[in-house]
């Protein structure tokens, strides 16, 4: 009796335990001892057609795994009840959302896998309700970004696989907790504080990405990758690279260039502001007026071969509308930076003095030196104070007080600035027919002529690229009406100008050049050697080896003669005996081959002396 009582006390707990943790239907459970001697179930789901999580997990569940399913989504505090669980694995289903309330009430949650699913996005944030999590596992999903916020929560990680993503570039919040971690203490007897997958993603390699490069430099038992060979998918001309082959630079925000920050130009022309800037990655460059007008202009962007930055706007036919500020920007992720360059436009020059000809105006100019202008515009100006080139067949010369107070009303633009006598000596020493002869790749060699100048005038040649506004100058010995400029750029347009020392250039006295005209000629020239050569010898060739084949049976004839005459054995005759109108005989040159005119054995001499015989002129042609 009391055997049946006790079988019937063990079946109704055993059925009540049983109710309490009945496994799901689409689910297997299975009750593992621990070695502490405490129990821990294990709930597997992998059935391909189950959508949403069971409800009915046992709560004392340590490890659930619900793998290779339909899933999309996680509801919110699904798993609120498994307060024991510890190892949470959702692998190789079919997740693209998962709430921020998926880990609540999981305090003793120690694992999280997540590989093989869709999702683009992970709550960072919902890591803070499982204190005790060591490892994350995120490898095969859609993640692009990770927020910088994110780097908060993953302090206790040990284990974080973000491989085989989309990720292209870190935040660099994390990549300084994680340079942080490299260099931290280790403390001996402990496992690597944190693993990282970060392998078969998309990097972008620029210079957010220099701390990642660098970590990957040296093995550190701190910070281990599980796949330290990581390659760059872009740019092009980097795809493929690996991480340690790359020189990439550190990450700098735009620093705008020092420049002019206040411009005068005369009405009607041509302003080009310049702005430029340095910055990793090259800063994005923009114009804007301070006055919120449009631009009246057009933008141009450089990039030099340090590196800088630069954009141009250029601004033809400045209006007195154009006047005002002008804000240069350089921008890049880092930041931005901005100057401010303000424009005048003022009144043009008032003294202009007519060349004769219509459209060709010299004027002179306001700027600190010597200046060319045509049609208004400025080509060039020489500053007086600038080292002189060392040139050939010239002489060093300093400008004497008088002409440098002519050089300085000249300069200030003041009217009547000139002297009498002085606007006769110009009229006097006036150079015409300024031509240039001479040319070679680096120089180029100037004449003129000065009809009125004496030979104790000194002229001055001001050169210059066309379109720069510096000149240098040459002084030319008193009496020389040439000079050869040397040191010239090869391919480069060039404006020269001559006058008599002191004096103001005019437009006939000046002439624009471009030494690529010396290169083409020089390359023309030989082209026409080399075809005339080639023609030359083409022509040639045939006579020359008619001419052989001849000799060379005339010689095998005059071995096999023997007993011919002397005359005719030591001369090839070229001619043969025709009738004249008269009746006699007489040597004729009819029909004769280009090797018989070209062909004889004597020598000059030998035809001289038998140069006539009976009476009848012989003429004989030698090689």
């Not at 360059?341 to 306001?366: A, Q």
């Not at 001001?462 to 009496?479: H, K, N, S």
């Not at 009819?590 to 070209?598: G, M, P």
Request: hydrophobic share 40%; glycine share 8%.
């Amino acid at each position: 009796m009391w055997a049946a009582v006790g079988m019937l006390w063990l079946l109704a707990l055993g059925g009540l335990h049983q109710a309490r943790g009945s496994c799901p239907s689409q689910c297997s459970c299975s009750l593992h001892i621990l070695s502490d001697g405490s129990k821990a179930r294990t709930v597997v789901c992998s059935d391909p057609d189950m959508t949403l999580p069971p409800a009915s997990i046992p709560p004392d569940t340590c490890r659930l795994r619900l793998e290779r399913t339909a899933i999309r989504r996680v509801p919110g505090e699904a798993f609120r009840l498994l307060g024991r669980l510890e190892q949470l694995w959702l692998p190789y289903n079919a997740l693209s959302d998962l709430s921020g309330l998926t880990l609540r009430g999981l305090r003793r949650l120690r694992e999280l896998r997540l590989p093989g699913n869709h999702l683009a996005t992970f709550p960072w944030a919902a890591l803070k309700d499982a204190p005790q999590l060591r490892l994350l596992d995120l490898q095969a999903n859609r993640l692009a970004t990770l927020p910088p916020e994110a780097v908060r929560f993953l302090g206790n990680l040990t284990f974080l696989d973000l491989s085989s993503n989309q990720l292209a570039r870190l935040p660099q919040e994390m990549l300084l907790t994680w340079a942080h971690l490299k260099t931290g203490p280790f403390l001996p007897g402990r496992s690597a504080r944190l693993v990282l997958g970060l392998q078969d993603n998309p990097w972008v390699c620029d210079c957010r990405l220099y701390d990642l490069v660098h970590l990957l430099d040296a093995w550190d038992s701190n910070l281990v990758f599980i796949e330290a060979r990581l390659k760059c998918a872009s740019p092009r001309s980097l795809a493929g690279v690996a991480f340690d082959q790359l020189e990439l630079r550190k990450c700098q925000g735009p620093e705008l260039r020092p420049g002019v920050t206040s411009i005068r130009s005369p009405l009607g022309s041509t302003v080009l502001l310049r702005c430029g800037a340095t910055g990793v990655p090259g800063p994005e460059m923009n114009w804007r007026r301070a006055n919120g007008r449009p631009l009246n202009g057009t933008v141009h962007q450089e990039i030099s071969s340090d590196g800088s930055s630069w954009t141009l706007l250029d601004l033809p036919a400045v209006s007195h509308s154009d006047s005002g500020d002008y804000i240069c920007q350089a921008k890049n992720f880092l930041g931005a930076s901005e100057t401010l360059m303000s424009l005048i436009v003022t009144e043009p020059p008032v003294s202009i003095e007519d060349s004769g000809h219509p459209g060709g105006l010299w004027t002179r100019t306001r700027e600190a030196g010597e200046a060319a202008a045509y049609n208004n515009k400025l080509v060039a100006r020489h500053v007086p104070h600038a080292p002189e080139p060392a040139v050939l067949a010239t002489v060093p010369s300093l400008p004497s007080a008088k002409e440098e107070l002519a050089l300085r009303h000249f300069q200030m633009d003041i009217p009547g600035e000139l002297p009498a006598g002085q606007v006769e000596l110009q009229e006097a020493r006036v150079v015409r027919s300024l031509k240039v002869v001479g040319d070679t790749y680096h120089s180029v060699s100037l004449v003129w002529k000065a009809p009125q100048a004496g030979n104790a005038t000194a002229f001055s040649v001001l050169y210059a690229i066309f379109g720069q506004r510096d000149m240098q100058r040459m002084t030319v010995q008193p009496g020389k009406t040439s000079v050869t400029i040397e040191g010239l750029k090869p391919k480069t347009k060039y404006v020269a100008c001559v006058c008599a020392r002191g004096l103001v250039p005019r437009k006939e006295q000046c002439v624009i050049f471009s030494t690529d005209k010396v290169a083409d000629a020089e390359g023309t020239q030989r082209l026409i050697n080399m075809v005339v050569i080639s023609v030359a010898a083409t022509i040639a060739l045939p006579p020359t080896l008619l001419v052989c084949c001849g000799v060379i049976r005339r010689r095998c004839r005059k071995c096999r003669a023997a007993g011919s005459g002397e005359v005719t054995g030591a001369y090839v005759h070229l001619e043969r005996l025709a009738r004249s109108e008269d009746g006699s005989e007489e040597l004729s040159r009819n029909s004769l081959s280009e090797a018989d005119r070209l062909l004889s054995a004597r020598s000059s001499l030998d035809s001289q002396a038998l140069g006539t015989r009976a009476g009848r002129r012989i003429n004989e042609y030698f090689c």
